[in-house]
């Protein structure tokens, strides 16, 4: 098996390095928080000549002002699933040209055709994963197995929320049996009384994002709303065999993060270069060992062998798979009630 790999990574580095011409200039590359592995930077500098200009953003909706403020100044950007949707819709990204991606053919099967991104025209995934709870083993009184825990006095003042208004909405809404997906005023109500009544009653302990692994580690709190990669990251923290993390029965967010070009990209060469780059099952690999999350590279997936495969947290079940759903994109008309739903929310007493 091992004999195969090595043949496997020396095909698909004679073929990467073919396409791989040593460039000039730089490429601007926008991302989430501590979510690409430095090494991966060093090494895209040195085997290509094109300089990283790095900045990072916390939640979609802050990438999506910047990006339309400064519609010229990224080259590369990291958005979700329904968020690379709405970017389409407004015409602000450039198609992918494969001619310049060869790598995407390490990308699974089942992430070719995207609902969010027809034919992947303007899209090369870069992560996925589920939304669920982290939560302290030793600290807990029954099972983590419901979303309904977020909302019980037992565990007041000890749970981390995710401080994102389409994941916090999502959830509140797969709890009552609604679609995370739907249109329908009454749910969404529903929905931010729930959570109305989960803050006024003193449940709530924080909103936060990239914070919360870090402070659950540190036993700060018993339960957290996270992604699957936070917290496998830490779950893989040495000493912190006490955590573990649940995607709760009535289901939740699978997700798919990409790598997209803004149409007004002044470096699209270096943008397509940097891509593919990151799709070399090698560097993939790298990728995914740094951030844990799980990663779309089937050749990558098979570097990463029995360790990856046999992780629920990084490959869940079918089982968990089917009960979670795609965020498509909120069109204005809801977008707007959302948002007064969300801030009502946020600065409840």
């Known amino acids: 098996m091992k004999k195969l790999l090595s043949v496997v990574m020396v ?18 590359v926008y991302n989430w928080e501590d979510y690409i592995s430095p090494e991966a930077l060093t090494m895209f500098e040195k085997e290509t000549g094109i ?5 990072a953003f916390t939640t979609n909706e802050d990438m ?19 968020i690379i949707e709405r970017l389409i819709k407004e015409g602000l990204l450039e198609p992918i ?32 994963g589920t939304v669920g709870i982290l939560y302290d083993k030793e600290r807990i009184t029954g099972p983590i197995d419901s979303w309904s825990v977020l909302f019980t006095e037992e565990y007041k003042g000890e749970v981390f929320m995710l401080d994102s208004i389409r994941d916090t909405m999502g959830l509140a809404l797969k709890y009552l049996g609604y679609s995370m997906n739907t249109r329908d005023p009454s749910h969404i109500q529903e929905a931010t009384e729930l959570l109305l009544k989960q803050k006024r009653d003193g ?17 700060e709190a018993i339960l957290a709303v996270v992604w699957s990669g936070d917290a496998q990251y830490a779950i893989s923290e040495e000493g912190n065999d006490r955590l573990a993390y649940a995607v709760p029965k009535e289901g939740s967010n699978v997700w798919v993060d990409g790598m997209v070009i803004p149409k ?23 990728n995914c060992d740094y951030i844990q ?26 089982e968990v798979i089917d009960r979670c759903e795609f965020f498509h994109d909120i069109e204005d ?17």
């Open 333 to 349: 008309a809801f977008l707007a009630f959302y948002n007064n739903r969300w801030s009502e929310i946020k600065n409840a007493k």
């Open 264 to 286: 007004s990209s002044r470096n699209k060469d270096n943008a397509h270069a940097f891509i593919n780059f990151m799709s070399r099952p090698d560097i993939a690999k790298i």
């Open 64 to 82: 999506m002002v910047q990006l339309r403020s400064n519609p010229d100044e990224f080259d590369v950007v990291f958005p979700s699933d329904y």
């Open 97 to 128: 040209d494969y001619s310049k991606v060869p790598n995407a053919e390490h990308i699974v099967d089942w992430l070719d055709n995207p609902d969010y991104d027809q034919d992947s025209t303007y899209s090369v995934p870069y992560m996925w």
């Open 51 to 55: 300089r990283v200009i790095y900045s």
């Open 11 to 28: 095909a698909f580095l004679v073929a990467s390095f073919v396409h791989l011409a040593v460039a000039e200039g730089e490429v601007v």
């Open 293 to 318: 999350y799980s990663s779309p590279n089937k050749t990558a997936v098979e570097l990463m062998g029995e360790e990856y495969t046999s992780n629920p947290n990084l490959n869940p079940p079918q």
């Open 203 to 219: 449940i709530v302990k924080a909103y936060q994002v990239d914070e919360t692994k870090d402070k659950m580690i540190a036993g």
